[in-house]
């Protein structure tokens, strides 16, 4: 089974279990930070691996993109980006940086890597919940520059089973002042073999 082959209502379904798994990805989030997050999935979409860029805002738009691989019972591989505005708003949280500019330094690029990591992991032990599977992530790699490049230099490497990804657009936000404006994207890379256990476990017409 590939993406292209999925129909609407298997779609909804792929998104049901991405509400379910960013749900867990939020809580962890929130005790990362020290205040309440809230995510929310308001789209999910399948996509050509080579017009990522284009749906993160253009090919020159700076991103960071935080790459881990899906290890256990099941493979894949997943890839968390963010806009260079939002990953500095989360980096202003966790380690009070102050400025308009994004300097990838050891600590941030480290902080970020732990961001993708806490994230990956909620969000795939509630799918391994779901699925009564053990699934768990790789060390997470850290990418930024122009979404472009990242699409060059990452994607197209992950991209061996297809040139096709699951797109789940994110967004975080907190309570009133605390709101923390920021927005993601995160890309499901699932092997065919994988993409089947996910559509059966929610029961999805195949």
């Known amino acids: 089974m590939s993406f292209n082959r999925l129909t609407e209502g298997q779609l909804d379904a792929l998104k049901e279990i991405s509400n379910i798994g960013m749900g867990h990805a939020a809580t962890a989030l929130s005790q990362l930070i020290g205040s309440t997050v809230y995510l929310r999935v308001p789209k999910i979409t399948v996509v050509d691996i080579a017009r990522v860029p284009e749906q993160l805002g253009g090919a020159e738009r700076v991103v960071a993109g935080v790459t881990l691989q899906v290890l256990g019972d099941a493979r894949?591989?997943?890839?968390?980006?963010?806009?260079?505005?939002?990953?500095?708003?989360?980096?202003?949280?966790?380690?009070?940086?102050?400025?308009?500019?994004?300097?990838?330094?050891?600590?941030?690029?480290?902080?970020?890597?732990?961001?993708?990591?806490?994230?990956?992991?909620?969000?795939?032990?509630?799918?391994?919940?779901?699925?009564?599977?053990?699934?768990?992530?790789?060390?997470?790699?850290?990418?930024?520059?122009?979404?472009?490049?990242?699409?060059?230099?990452?994607?197209i490497e992950l991209s061996m089973a297809g040139d096709l990804a699951l797109m789940v657009e994110t967004e975080f936000s907190g309570e009133g002042a605390d709101d923390l404006g920021v927005k993601g994207h995160f890309l499901l890379l699932p092997d065919p073999e994988t993409l089947h256990i996910l559509i059966n476990a929610v029961g999805g017409d195949l």
């Open 76 to 155: 894949g591989n997943i890839l968390l980006v963010f806009p260079q505005k939002s990953a500095l708003q989360l980096l202003s949280r966790l380690i009070k940086q102050e400025g308009e500019e994004l300097v990838m330094n050891e600590i941030n690029a480290s902080t970020l890597k732990e961001v993708g990591n806490i994230l990956a992991s909620a969000y795939l032990s509630a799918l391994g919940s779901l699925l009564h599977m053990t699934l768990i992530p790789s060390i997470p790699l850290l990418a930024y520059d122009m979404a472009g490049a990242i699409v060059d230099n990452v994607l």
